[in-house]
């Protein structure tokens, strides 16, 4: 009883001990005190350990329990490590169970380091899986501070001339942007000028498309007021509507993945990296913790294919898991919807009348959810006065990738006339086979919002094409059917075509009317001499004799000052052919072509003559530059006034600022990022700036306006020495300022070598040195550049 007494004193006095060093667990590790009370009386203390599992880099703190030899882990630590064990509490050890209890789980415990490595099986991991996605879904944010309003016209300008008349045509696009709304109003409109010799002159000029659009980019919602064109489904058609349009918009969140993700689900023991390999083609590595895991990525493919995850463990073991996939673009993911609302009236005789229109209010709506990961839902809506029109559809992918499926059918309801249209479609392919069969039936009376306007339906039409590609070829077969009210056409296509080494390219087919029982036979080659120069030669041969045609074609370049041309002759006969030639010239103002052409046609000669122009008039930021045609984002970079400075986009130089020190950039990405930097080796000496790249994210059809802080620079250099004309130590502390420096104050800059000092724009004429542990003073001279490199030489510490 003594001896016992006696243990427990020497336990508490080591607990106080420790508790006054704040060092216990390990004092309780290995002190032989513990040993002795474990081994002669009940023991409990509570553990937080350095917890690794399966040899993992990932370490967790788990809370333990240790009761005489024996250690405790809370559910909390086990859910933690994402354990699957399902066994009852301890006796009198509330949410605590025994390792030695646990089955297939084996530990190492450290008391040292205070650490415990613990080893599972396969099935004590747990059914969940840790999720990783390849491709971001995070939405790049518009920085509004760069919005800037602007207008921008778009032009395209084109004049023809003949022997009897001239034809001068204009169309042209007015857009205002960068409004606090971020909305776009853009109104378009095209003009004709005709001078016939014997008709006389007229001028006509059509308002086309006149809209406001504004932009919800975290909804992926747009909204367009005027006139706009609703969406259509495979099933549907689409009309021109002006009014009101609310549609979901994907484009806005480009980062974003519709199309489902497939799923590549394995399990690992060990921390392990995972390659996957889609058709033989590495897509990704990933690395992959101890447990199940699941990675998802958009099949890069088409149709059917294969998949293989490399699992290659830290110890070198590898082995391979495959998969079998089918990719397409049809689906959206589970969840997911598309779909669109027209509230307004038809826009009736486009480019022929302005502001025409219906004076019938309509609805026009399409909407597609995404049911499944292999199944999507579609429906679509008409309504007008007279009009009811409702459908739905499908698109659905078959098990063991065994193809897509898809269908729909739509009811109409017009002046007390019922119809419907049925379509059914089937889709397979794989690197060797292609496979596609369509049917769509229309009765009598169906009828949509385009039919009422004068666009009558497809009665019925069956298309079916199989396609097989092998190393001596592509080879296709299709069949095409289609009924309109007063006529049918049938076709039989067979098409062979072949990609030479030298990447010549040499197709034939042969069409088949099956009605008229005639053949028509094509045969093309195409060889290019570079990735902007090529020559094509074709031939034709049909019931109305054969035709020949060949041309020659550089193609200029869209990122640079470039010139291009072409040149064309097509020939039936020696009385009838056509020769026609073309310069182009592209630069950063627009694109200019002049072409010239001779036909000869029942023994009469033509000749004319073609001028053409494209390009944009841009006013923004108080600068007005000229710049090609622009349908999509753009920026101005400022450096400060400082000119002929490179500017680069994503590392590719786009031109070098203006004598105002600005540069304008076309064809940026729309709320996606856009890197541009600019090059400081072209900045002068005296010149500094905070940040060479900026990251930028514009709207859609607006501009950005990017500055780089650009500034003059005075640096001055001197060597410092003290009354001795010894110089200061290496890394004495300097202060630029007008008193003596305290404790508080913070150094400019310290002496490097051989006593150097390098100041940048000194704020003070006055600098204080430390040396031998005291403070010197430099005075500077009087400064007669105000900017620019100064070498003072060699200065006094006094």
């Known amino acids: 009883m003594k001896k016992t007494s ?85 006796h009198n050890e509330s949410d605590f169970i025994a390792l030695t209890q646990i089955k297939g789980l084996s530990y190492q415990y450290d008391a040292a380091s205070q650490s415990i490595h613990l080893t599972a099986t396969a099935q004590l991991l747990t059914k969940s899986a840790q999720v990783t996605r390849l491709q971001s879904v995070e939405p790049a944010i518009v920085n509004k501070q760069q919005i800037r309003p602007g207008i921008l016209m778009n032009y395209d300008v084109h004049s023809q001339h003949n022997q009897d008349q001239l034809t001068q045509s204009l169309w042209n696009e007015l857009r205002f942007f960068g409004g606090e709304s971020g909305g776009v109003f853009s109104i378009s409109a095209n003009h004709v000028y005709t001078d016939h010799e014997h008709a006389g002159s007229a001028f006509n000029s059509r308002i086309l498309d006149t809209y406001w659009q504004k932009d919800f980019q975290n909804k992926a919602i747009s909204l367009i007021i005027g006139d706009s064109q609703s969406k259509a489904l495979n099933w549907s058609r689409s009309t021109r509507i002006s009014g009101l349009k609310i549609a979901k918009n994907y484009s806005l969140q480009p980062y974003q993945s519709t199309s489902p993700l ?42 059917a294919g294969t998949a293989q995850l490399v699992i290659t463990d830290l110890n070198g073991l590898q082995r391979v898991v495959n998969f079998s996939l089918f990719g397409t673009s049809n689906l959206l993911q589970k969840g997911f919807s598309d779909w669109e609302i027209n509230l307004g009236m038809s826009k009736l005789d486009y480019a022929v009348k302005s502001w025409s229109y219906d004076d019938q209010p309509l609805f026009n709506g399409s909407y597609r959810y995404g049911l499944t990961q292999d199944t999507t839902l579609e429906s679509h809506a008409e309504f007008s006065q007279d009009l009811q029109l409702t459908g739905i559809g499908f698109v659905h992918r078959l098990p063991q990738t065994w193809g897509l499926l898809n269908g729909a059918y739509s009811y109409s309801h017009l002046n007390q006339e019922n119809g419907y249209l049925y379509s059914l479609g089937y889709q397979w392919s794989n690197n060797l086979f292609n496979i596609s069969l369509d049917h769509q039936q229309i009765s009598e009376n169906y009828n949509d919002i385009a039919s009422t306007l004068g666009y009558n339906h497809t009665r019925e039409s069956n298309r079916a094409f199989l396609g097989l590609n092998t190393e001596y070829g592509q080879f296709g077969a299709s069949y095409a059917q289609q009924d309109y009210n007063q006529f049918e056409n049938k076709f039989l296509m067979l098409n062979w075509s072949y990609i030479f080494p030298s990447k010549k390219y040499l197709s034939m087919s042969m069409t088949r009317d099956l009605n008229n029982k005639n053949n028509t036979f094509y045969l093309s080659l195409n060889i290019p001499f570079d990735r902007q120069t090529q020559a094509t030669v074709n031939a034709q041969n049909n019931e109305n004799g054969q035709q020949y045609s060949a041309s020659a074609r550089r193609t200029a370049s869209q990122n640079q000052a470039d010139w291009g041309w072409q040149a064309y002759t097509n020939i039936k006969d020696s009385n009838d052919y056509t020769v026609q030639g073309t310069v182009q010239r592209n630069n950063r103002f627009g694109e200019w072509e002049f072409g010239l052409q001779h036909d000869q046609m029942n023994q009469q000669n033509y000749t004319s003559s073609m001028l053409s122009g494209r390009g944009s008039l841009l006013f923004m930021e108080n600068n007005l530059f000229a710049k090609r045609q622009s349908f999509g984002s753009f920026a101005i970079v400022s450096t400060q006034g400082v000119p002929n400075i490179p500017v680069q986009l994503e590392n590719r130089q786009m031109g070098k600022t203006n004598k105002k020190g600005v540069l304008l950039i076309n064809d940026l990405n729309a709320y996606q990022h856009n890197n541009l930097s600019i090059d400081t080796l072209a900045l002068p000496i005296d010149y500094k700036i905070e940040t060479t790249r900026i990251d930028t994210v514009p709207y859609s059809q607006s501009g950005v306006f990017v500055e780089f802080p650009v500034y003059k620079m005075q640096s001055i250099q001197f060597n410092a020495v003290d009354q001795e004309q010894k110089v200061l130590s290496l890394g004495s502390r300097v202060w630029n300022q007008d008193r003596l420096p305290t404790d508080d104050d913070i150094e400019t800059t310290i002496v490097a070598r051989d006593g150097m000092v390098y100041l940048e724009n000194p704020k003070s004429a006055t600098l ?27 200065l006094k510490c006094l």
């Open 6 to 90: 006696a243990v427990y004193n020497s336990l508490f006095k080591s607990l106080g001990y420790c508790l006054a060093i704040s060092y216990c667990p390990v004092v309780f590790a290995n002190s032989e005190i513990l040993q002795t009370a474990i081994n002669t009386a009940d023991f409990e203390q509570e553990l937080y350990l350095d917890t690794i599992l399966n040899q993992s880099p990932k370490t967790i703190l788990g809370h333990f329990t240790q009761r005489n030899n024996e250690l405790l882990i809370s559910k909390a630590t086990l859910k933690d490590l994402a354990l699957n064990v399902d066994l009852p509490d301890q």
């Open 262 to 303: 497939e799923s590549f689900k394995g399990s690992v023991l060990l921390p392990s990296s995972v390659d996957l390999l889609i058709n033989g083609i590495q897509q990704s590595t990933t690395q992959v913790l101890p447990g199940n895991f699941d990675i998802q990525t958009i099949p890069t493919i088409s149709g």
């Open 768 to 794: 204080y040195i430390e040396h031998q542990q005291k403070i010197c003073q430099v005075r500077l001279p009087a400064l007669t550049q105000t900017s620019g490199f100064i070498d003072l030489g060699s």
